[in-house]
């Protein structure tokens, strides 16, 4: 296709216009090969920022070649394109950058709801158990509600 054999060219400016207008980005030869295999496995000086690109677009990279069974990390390291293996590998690149962003939104959402229920709760000191089967039972404790049949909420 287009966009793996822009890939294989290093031609970052082309895969990102492809991608821009809809290239469907794991697209396999006859052979198994994806654009980012094609481009582990570019000798172009520019593989790098096109692996950048097409893995922050969201290439899968557990796709193998049908003749010696590699993936794109493994064509890299055949060869010896330690840069890409090396990118490839690095934990914070192994998730699309959507995801990424979505994983932080929600962890900010997480945090954001914690200090509100924070600083709901900052305003009072928590109340001992008698003080709340007093207030939800009238004036009685635990006690007096466990003997007068009324059962207590808290």
Do not use: W
Not at 2 to 15: E, I, K
């Amino acid at each position: 296709t287009l966009l793996t054999a822009a890939s294989a060219r290093g031609d970052v400016d082309v895969v990102s216009e492809l991608l821009r207008r809809g290239a469907n980005i794991d697209t396999r030869s006859p052979h198994g090969l994806t654009p980012i295999m094609a481009a582990a496995s570019s000798r172009s000086p520019h593989r790098l920022e096109v692996v950048k690109v097409l893995h922050s677009a969201g290439a899968g990279l557990s796709f193998r070649t049908v003749s010696d069974g590699l993936d794109a990390i493994g064509i890299a390291e055949s060869k010896g394109h330690a840069d890409v293996a090396v990118y490839l590998r690095s934990p914070p690149s192994k998730l699309p950058s959507r995801l990424v962003l979505g994983l932080s939104l929600a962890a900010g959402l997480v945090i954001a709801a914690l200090a509100a229920l924070r600083l709901y709760f900052a305003g009072e000191a928590a109340p001992s158990i008698a003080d709340r089967c007093a207030r939800c039972l009238g004036g009685t404790t635990r006690q007096d509600a466990a003997r007068n049949a009324r059962p207590c909420r808290n």
